[in-house]
């Protein structure tokens, strides 16, 4: 092996791979690679794969994993793959009693949407793509003519440094948006009457209502179902950010200090992902948070795709959810991770100060 044989590899595997994904209709171009996988059919070659590699490149990991070891590596000259640089490669021993091919076998791709939502742009390949929860490292896979094709939420390296993080670092935190984060509640009840009553729903229907705290929910009750949920989303969503809005007493302070313990944030909101976006960005709170999930049809709350993706498959034990309604309670009770109602986390300082200490606390939460 050396250096030119590996780049001439990889240009082989990158023409195979773009000949199969295109000749089942998948289009890569506005996705970017994060790093490739090559096998070796026996502890020797790994041995001497891991030697060569070792010379001139950074060995980030190896790390036992079903079994046998796991090299990672970072290259001091990336690999060019297409119009695409590749830095980061992975060296898997061989399983005993499993057949591998030498040479590069898949190359894995980092998505920023729930794997079912990308499924679902391939009714063809609905079969075919595999969903494996892998703890910190979920994985969708198309296994191809001897090769593979892997999308994932997280690079390979970010995976790497939290598996390597002391337990307590691993955890995350998903906020909800609207009542938890920012103090909108008001302005909500104003922009459902408002829009409600523009399709055609009476001044008496609306007069003492109650508004469910989802789109499908709240479409259902007033008799509006066959509307598009997601249009209806981002009407919504366009109406809430031109309305006046604040965060909740004490946000800044508390997210300041979880992200300086370096525990990652997220959010996940029932409101469209665009004004959900814009508005963290108006707030200037955006830069805290790691993901942010809005209003898909079938991957909203409280469906649990929703916060496997926005986990990046955490165990529940690890995951603290912070919300002010009935669906996140719902979502954290399915998912079994530890809920927190946003009054008792934000009402004071002592509860801020309660929630911070539990989570650096060094042991499993208690699954609720």
């Known amino acids: 092996m050396d250096l030119n044989s590996l780049e001439q590899q990889a240009h082989a595997f990158y023409l195979n791979l773009m000949s199969q994904t295109k000749s089942v209709g998948i289009d890569l171009t506005f996705y970017s690679p994060d790093h490739l996988c090559y096998r070796v059919k026996t502890m020797d070659q790994y041995h001497l794969a891991k030697e060569f590699l070792s010379q001139t490149n950074e060995l980030l990991t190896e790390a036992e994993i079903r079994g046998r ?107 909800d948006l609207d009542g938890t984060l920012i103090d909108s509640l008001p302005q909500i009840e104003l922009v459902n009457r408002r829009l409600l009553q523009s399709l055609g729903v009476s001044s008496q229907q609306l007069m003492q209502a109650e508004f469910p705290t989802n789109f499908p929910d709240l479409l259902k009750k007033f008799n509006l179902s066959h509307l598009d949920h997601e249009s209806f989303a981002q009407q919504w969503g366009f109406e809430m950010f031109k309305a006046p809005c604040r965060l909740v007493e004490g946000v800044s302070d508390l997210l300041a200090e979880i992200n300086q313990l370096g525990i990652p944030m997220v959010v996940w909101t029932a409101r469209d992902q665009t004004s ?63 809920f927190f109602w946003a009054k008792d986390v934000l009402s004071s300082s002592e509860g801020r100060r309660q929630f911070v200490e539990k989570l650096t606390v060094d042991h499993a939460f208690v699954t609720r």
């Open 69 to 175: 070891p796991i090299a990672t590596f970072r290259l001091r000259t990336p690999i060019q793959f297409g119009e695409h640089d590749i830095s980061l490669i992975e060296l898997p021993a061989p399983q005993p009693q499993k057949p591998y091919r030498l040479g590069f076998e898949h190359v894995e791709y980092v998505i920023n949407e729930p794997f079912e939502i990308l499924r679902e742009r391939y009714p063809s390949l609905q079969g075919r793509f595999e969903i494996r929860n892998n703890p910190y490292n979920p994985e969708m896979v198309l296994p191809l003519q001897d090769i593979s094709l892997k999308f994932h939420y997280s690079s390979l390296d970010q995976v790497i440094e939290v598996e390597e993080s002391p337990r307590w670092k691993k955890q995350i935190v998903i906020f």
């Open 276 to 338: 959900a976006l814009e508005t963290l960005r108006k707030l200037e709170i955006d830069r805290y948070f790691k993901r942010v999930l809005g209003f898909k049809t079938k991957y909203s709350k409280p469906e649990l795709a929703g916060i496997r993706f926005l986990t990046e498959g955490r165990p529940a034990e690890l995951i603290s959810f912070v919300g002010d309604s009935a669906t996140d309670w719902t979502a954290a009770r399915n998912f079994g991770c530890q």
